[in-house]
């Protein structure tokens, strides 16, 4: 079953890996695309007019940041907790969104995969769902997910995943996008582009014009557009599908001089030598730093006989204003703002044709120098379609991301291996050392024997978060009973809710049974609501506090340095503690146990003096046998306590450390109690949900007669 779940886990991880990493990627590496779909979403839920266009870019960066490193963070394994719950909440926050878009259809493509891969809304919604289950799984099962990077070095490979993609998308945007996916790309012809093969279906669309004229704005059709009215100022326009037909690359270009109503777009289209294109989709917002290149390139091309077009979708007011505060002299011609801003990613960015065929593109940041135009175009570099580097760029992000990446994971892995071999020959050595120890005197030996019949011998049930006042009070009575009437051979301790310590111990015989509590507070006294302090267990009648389990780590965030306090309180106030360290599945599966155990003690009670070690009795509980049904094998058990008393003997002494009690707490039952406590190091049990029924706890207790 473990290993289907695994398979299942990680087969959901990837899928959701390679989906963020790629749909991430491409909307990175074309910012201002992904700002344009954030708009469409605005303006479909009428928010555009609030949010500018600067914060809309910076979201843009922004998410596609996000889902890119969630998706190296999942392929790898990093935070895999986290990661799991954020992909499950940003899938289900997806799937919503979807949802809507197939119900409303406020916007026909969602943009998942920018420009390189087109969905409709149905397609979009049932991939959601598919990934949407993935997170699930992984968020059930997230600890299944295979590691490839330690711990340790987790932080190198987030940190390195999110400036890489920045620094991608920040390039994009200044220069181009690295990998153009739109059909305006270098290489394409456009009046092929806008081809439809002999007999295809053909889309019928609706074409509304907006103009306004003395503040009122009207809506006109081909129809009854007033091109004989120029006192009607031309706004924008909006395109309906009226019947959905073939649709070619390239569907919606034209350009109309709007001083005639002409349609040139077919004579620049067909002309046979050079035509430039200046780009500029908003002239109000244009970047006009690199004016005076644009004018040089403008009286180039006039010089060679070449074509020059300015391409906007702004109003004659605003040509105007560009013309004012750059001195542009180069006519401005009216073509549909989305496919301007699709054309090229740049306001103005410069487009060069040669036959109608696109062959090469510039930013306004990377426009051609005066210096460069020094000749024909035809002799030139800048006149020739430049080769297609594709594959050179794919080297470059395998060189500066994916080999950088792969080197450190194989770092990882061969450091963790070797890190391993030295712990596990460390270990090794410390067990083949005891054991020599032992063989070589037999005085030792037997002294050892005896001290550890000397040792106390410990049964201790943990009641957790179970039975009402009452029902405590009634087992405690039957316990108690049942241990006055046969005397155990050990130690028998109860440990209770807060609630029923000072009841509890109105009916035990504190010879036959002492009482202790679950936990205490880290505070000595004050405003700590709901906390219980340690004076106030000890005022109870109880003699022992259970700390450091793994629950109230685990599900209370309780750290090293809390439990230190609790333990020094605990000791101020006469109380005995019952310490508990252990491993979970995932660390023992990595063969961590021993450093994960030699942490949690250095941490907590290492600190403590011979005299106070006297009052410490420790529970080894492996996490991952508690609840679960699973036991350790009584040798993995003794292995464990053998080790844990070693590293005692270490701080304090082999004497003391033969004096510690040192307890099992892991699934412990009357069936399997006598074969672990007939190891030599397993000195009684700290008892879970066995502990809630007398003859159940009786059972386990009676194991010591055996």
């Known amino acids: 079953m473990n290993k289907l779940k695994t398979l299942l886990v990680n087969l959901s991880r990837a899928l959701l890996a390679l989906t963020f990493i790629f749909s991430g990627f491409v909307k990175a590496i074309d910012p201002l695309g992904s700002q344009y779909k954030i708009a469409e979403y605005l303006e479909a839920v009428q928010l555009s007019a609030y949010v500018p266009?600067?914060?809309?870019?910076?979201?843009?960066?922004?998410?596609?940041?996000?889902?890119?490193?969630?998706?190296?963070?999942?392929?790898?394994?990093?935070?895999?907790?986290?990661?799991?719950?954020?992909?499950?909440?940003?899938?289900?926050?997806?799937?919503?969104?979807?949802?809507?878009?197939?119900?409303?259809?406020?916007?026909?493509?969602?943009?998942?995969?920018?420009?390189?891969?087109?969905?409709?809304?149905?397609?979009?919604?049932?991939?959601?769902?598919?990934?949407?289950?993935?997170?699930?799984?992984?968020?059930?099962?997230?600890?299944?997910?295979?590691?490839?990077?330690?711990?340790?070095?987790?932080?190198?490979?987030?940190?390195?995943?999110?400036?890489?993609?920045?620094?991608?998308?920040?390039?994009?945007?200044?220069?181009?996008?690295?990998?153009?996916?739109?059909?305006?790309?270098?290489?394409?012809?456009?009046?092929?582009?806008?081809?439809?093969?002999?007999?295809?279906?053909?889309?019928?669309?609706?074409?509304?014009?907006?103009?306004?004229?003395?503040?009122?704005?009207?809506?006109?059709?081909?129809?009854?557009?007033?091109?004989?009215?120029?006192?009607?100022?031309?706004?924008?326009?909006?395109?309906?599908?009226?019947?959905?037909g073939y649709e070619p690359p390239i569907h919606d270009f034209s350009i109309t001089n709007e001083q005639t109503g002409n349609d040139i777009t077919d004579s620049i289209l067909t002309h046979k030598g050079y035509t430039f294109l200046l780009?500029?989709?908003?002239?109000?917002?244009?970047?006009?730093?690199?004016?005076?290149?644009?004018?040089?390139?403008?009286?180039?091309?006039?010089?060679?006989?070449?074509?020059?077009?300015?391409?906007?979708?702004?109003?004659?007011?605003?040509?105007?204003?560009?013309?004012?505060?750059?001195?542009?002299?180069?006519?401005?011609?009216?073509?549909?703002?989305?496919?301007?801003?699709?054309i090229i990613r740049s306001n103005p960015g410069l487009v060069l044709l040669y036959k109608g065929t696109i062959i090469n593109k510039w930013s306004h940041n990377d426009l051609p120098k005066q210096a460069e135009l020094n000749a024909p175009l035809s002799l030139i570099e800048i006149g020739r379609e430049p080769a297609n580097n594709?594959?050179?760029?794919?080297?470059?992000?395998?060189?500066?991301?994916?080999?950088?990446?792969?080197?450190?994971?194989?770092?990882?892995?061969?450091?963790?291996?070797?890190?391993?071999?030295?712990?596990?020959?460390?270990?090794?050595?410390?067990?083949?050392?005891?054991?020599?120890?032992?063989?070589?005197?037999?005085?030792?030996?037997?002294?050892l024997k005896r001290k550890r019949q000397m040792r106390k011998k410990i049964v201790a049930g943990n009641w957790k978060m179970n039975e009402t006042l009452q029902e405590g009070i009634e087992l405690a009575k039957e316990i108690n009973e049942s241990l006055k009437a046969e005397k155990p051979n050990c130690d028998v301790v109860i440990c209770t809710p807060f609630i029923h310590l000072a009841s509890v111990a109105q009916v035990l015989d504190s010879s036959v049974v002492g009482l202790g509590a679950e936990n205490c507070a880290d505070k000595e006294k004050g405003a700590y609501t709901g906390e219980v302090s340690a004076a106030m267990v000890k005022s109870t009648g109880a003699q022992y506090v259970i700390l450091g389990h793994s629950e109230r780590r685990q599900y209370y965030g309780e750290t090293a340095e809390i439990l230190k306090?609790?333990?020094?309180?605990?000791?101020?106030?006469?109380?005995?503690?019952?310490?508990?360290?252990?491993?979970?599945?995932?660390?023992?599966?990595?063969?961590?146990?021993?450093?994960?155990?030699?942490?949690?003690?250095?941490?907590?009670?290492?600190?403590?003096?011979?005299?106070?070690?006297?009052?410490?009795?420790?529970?080894?509980?492996?996490?991952?046998?508690?609840?679960?049904?699973?036991?350790?094998?009584?040798?993995?058990?003794?292995?464990?306590?053998?080790?844990?008393?070693?590293?005692?003997?270490?701080?304090?002494?082999?004497?003391?450390?033969?004096?510690?009690?040192?307890?099992y707490g892991g699934s412990c039952k009357a069936s399997n109690a006598p074969e672990l406590f007939a190891k030599p190091d397993i000195d009684g049990g700290l008892i879970g949900g066995a502990s809630l029924k007398a003859a159940d706890f009786k059972g386990i207790i009676d194991a010591w007669k055996k």
């Open 390 to 447: 594709t594959w050179t760029k794919i080297m470059l992000i395998i060189v500066c991301y994916i080999f950088p990446l792969s080197f450190l994971i194989a770092a990882d892995r061969i450091w963790s291996w070797t890190r391993w071999v030295r712990k596990r020959e460390e270990w090794l050595k410390q067990k083949e050392d005891w054991v020599k120890q032992k063989e070589q005197s037999n005085k030792l030996y037997q002294l």
């Open 53 to 244: 266009d600067w914060a809309q870019l910076m979201v843009s960066i922004a998410l596609s940041a996000i889902e890119f490193t969630l998706g190296v963070m999942l392929l790898l394994a990093i935070r895999r907790r986290l990661a799991s719950k954020i992909s499950l909440l940003f899938m289900a926050v997806m799937t919503a969104v979807t949802l809507w878009l197939t119900v409303s259809n406020p916007i026909q493509d969602c943009g998942c995969f920018g420009d390189a891969i087109h969905l409709t809304n149905t397609q979009t919604f049932i991939k959601n769902i598919v990934l949407l289950v993935a997170a699930i799984i992984l968020t059930r099962w997230p600890l299944h997910q295979m590691r490839f990077v330690s711990k340790t070095n987790q932080w190198i490979a987030f940190y390195f995943t999110i400036v890489f993609i920045c620094i991608a998308s920040l390039l994009s945007l200044y220069h181009l996008p690295i990998f153009d996916f739109r059909p305006y790309y270098i290489g394409q012809n456009i009046k092929k582009g806008m081809e439809i093969p002999k007999g295809a279906k053909q889309t019928t669309y609706k074409t509304t014009f907006i103009c306004e004229k003395n503040g009122v704005t009207k809506e006109f059709n081909e129809n009854n557009y007033p091109y004989n009215d120029s006192t009607w100022v031309f706004k924008d326009t909006r395109q309906e599908i009226l019947e959905q």
């Open 565 to 663: 306090e609790k333990v020094q309180l605990a000791l101020a106030n006469g109380l005995k503690v019952i310490f508990c360290c252990g491993e979970t599945l995932e660390e023992r599966e990595a063969e961590k146990q021993n450093e994960v155990v030699k942490a949690e003690l250095e941490g907590s009670v290492f600190n403590l003096s011979a005299e106070e070690w006297k009052s410490i009795i420790l529970a080894y509980e492996p996490i991952w046998a508690i609840g679960t049904g699973k036991t350790a094998t009584s040798d993995q058990a003794q292995e464990m306590l053998a080790y844990i008393r070693s590293i005692v003997a270490e701080k304090y002494g082999k004497e003391v450390a033969e004096d510690t009690s040192i307890l």
């Open 279 to 342: 780009i500029a989709p908003v002239l109000e917002m244009a970047d006009d730093s690199n004016f005076g290149d644009i004018d040089a390139i403008y009286e180039y091309a006039k010089e060679n006989g070449y074509g020059f077009y300015g391409l906007t979708a702004s109003t004659d007011k605003a040509v105007q204003h560009w013309r004012d505060i750059t001195g542009a002299e180069y006519p401005f011609y009216t073509t549909d703002g989305t496919t301007l801003k699709t």
